[in-house]
């Protein structure tokens, strides 16, 4: 490593009890095939519950850009560089990875933030296949986009379009970044004609959808059911959950039309299904959706570049390092917030 790098630095670290402390943590070095960032922005995400509120031995963080300031042996990216860290540390070598589903890896070496150390710490040391290189024209908050937002919420626009080519209708569970995300991706990949239905029970976000084209349903004020109605629709040709809550899954079953879908994408609770009467008559489906793949990264990039204003309005809240316990109490606590990030 350069000189310029210190030897160890002080790091965010989740001891839980909805507390966040600092510590000193050494700066590890690059080994072969690996990069060293110093991270410049991380995006909060309602997965990182769990660290926040029981605690984890890793730093979190797993929407993290940054910029390589030490390089391994064997790599061939530029010192300088700005890119955005793909969660998930594919191996690349097996089949899922060799047919571009580095998503569903069958070996995967971890996940950044969950059992490696993520971007909450100035510093994070990756693997090179999983850094996207972004140009010098977005900002690193602006980088921080590509991932949960657009990734996760384009992949589950793809998976839609997988299940059925004459979507009119899409119903989305949950206005959080996610939700916030799958409407803009849907907007953006499908066209802004298409209606998209979005529920919550938060007025702030159901607002921020509202700007983002989306109808908004609050079920905290009528049924789904009532609420789709008074759009003007007797049901929706696709559904995308968000909330990982199964009432609010089976709820979506009900809504979905012949042909219909619903696409999970939210971790957490089940479904109950009568097989016959909910899937096989209907010819509806049930289908998970998990992450993105590192190969959709290219297209979300044009895509930012295009609809670069339209998509920085779910970014709504920014905070240096040092308000970072703020920072997670705004976001899990009152919900009124789109896409929270952390700049270094």
Do not use: W
């Not at 605690?55 to 560089?81: K, N, Y």
């Not at 290189?133 to 921080?144: H, L, R």
């Amino acid at each position: 490593m350069t000189n310029t790098i210190p030897s160890s630095c002080r790091t965010p670290f989740f001891p839980g009890n909805k507390e966040i402390k600092f510590a000193e943590k050494t700066v590890p070095e690059p080994q072969t095939g690996q990069l060293l960032l110093r991270v410049r922005a991380n995006a909060l995400c309602g997965s990182e519950r769990p660290q926040f509120f029981e605690g984890t031995s890793v730093t979190p963080g797993h929407e993290a850009t940054g910029i390589v300031v030490a390089a391994g042996h064997g790599t061939r990216t530029p010192e300088g560089t700005t890119g955005a860290v793909f969660l998930m540390d594919f191996c690349g070598e097996c089949r899922s990875c060799r047919l571009g589903f580095t998503n569903q890896c069958l070996q995967k070496r971890g996940d950044m933030g969950f059992n490696r150390d993520g971007g909450y710490g100035h510093y994070e040391l990756i693997h090179e296949n999983i850094f996207f290189p972004v140009p010098d024209e977005f900002s690193a908050t602006e980088a921080t986009l590509l991932l949960d937002v657009m990734g996760t919420g384009g992949h589950a626009v793809e998976r839609c379009q997988l299940m059925r080519p004459d979507i009119e209708s899409l119903l989305i569970i949950g206005a959080g970044p996610i939700g916030l995300g799958v409407l803009a991706m849907a907007k953006i990949i499908l066209g802004h004609q298409l209606k998209i239905l979005i529920t919550d029970v938060i007025p702030y976000r159901l607002e921020l959808a509202e700007r983002l084209g989306g109808l908004s349903i609050n079920v905290a004020q009528t049924s789904l059911n009532a609420g789709i109605k008074a759009r003007g629709l007797a049901s929706v040709d696709m559904a995308v959950d968000t909330s990982g809550k199964q009432a609010a899954r089976q709820e979506a079953v009900n809504s979905l039309a012949q042909r219909g879908s619903l696409i999970c994408v939210g971790h957490g609770e089940g479904l109950a299904l009568q097989i016959s009467r909910d899937v096989i008559a209907p010819e509806r489906s049930i289908v998970g959706s998990e992450y993105f793949r590192y190969d959709e990264f290219p297209a979300n990039l044009r895509r930012l570049r295009q609809h670069r204003t339209y998509l920085n309005q779910i970014i709504t809240h920014r905070l240096g390092i040092d308000e970072i316990q703020r920072a997670f109490e705004v976001f899990f606590f009152g919900g009124e917030t789109g896409k929270v990030v952390i700049e270094q």
